[in-house]
């Protein structure tokens, strides 16, 4: 059986607004998202944008770096944006 890789998202909706979940599936629910049949939080925000992305090696820890994320103020939010699009030395 092969295991299923989980990956915590962040993107940016039309508004400007910041919306992070995670799912096993990032390509299928990118697209959910931009149909408006995703989230609550994204329908009438499309179209979304993929800012952020990190695998993660199961559900579980997808699920509490997502709670972590949801909980940082949304300064801290863009700094992590902003770092992960930095070149690693």
Do not use: F
């Not at 919306?19 to 990032?26: A, D």
């Not at 990118?30 to 979304?48: C, F, I, M, S, W």
């Not at 949304?74 to 992590?80: A, W």
């Amino acid at each position: 059986m092969k295991k299923q890789s989980w990956v915590v998202y962040i993107v940016q909706c039309a508004d400007g607004t910041l919306y992070t979940g995670c799912t096993n599936n990032l390509e299928s629910r990118l697209l959910t998202h931009n149909q408006d049949k995703g989230a609550k939080y994204t329908r009438g925000r499309t179209p979304v944008k993929l800012k952020y992305s990190k695998k993660c090696t199961s559900r579980s820890e997808a699920q509490q770096l997502e709670y972590e994320i949801k909980q940082l103020p949304r300064k801290e939010k863009e700094e992590l944006l902003v770092a992960s699009n930095s070149p690693t030395p």
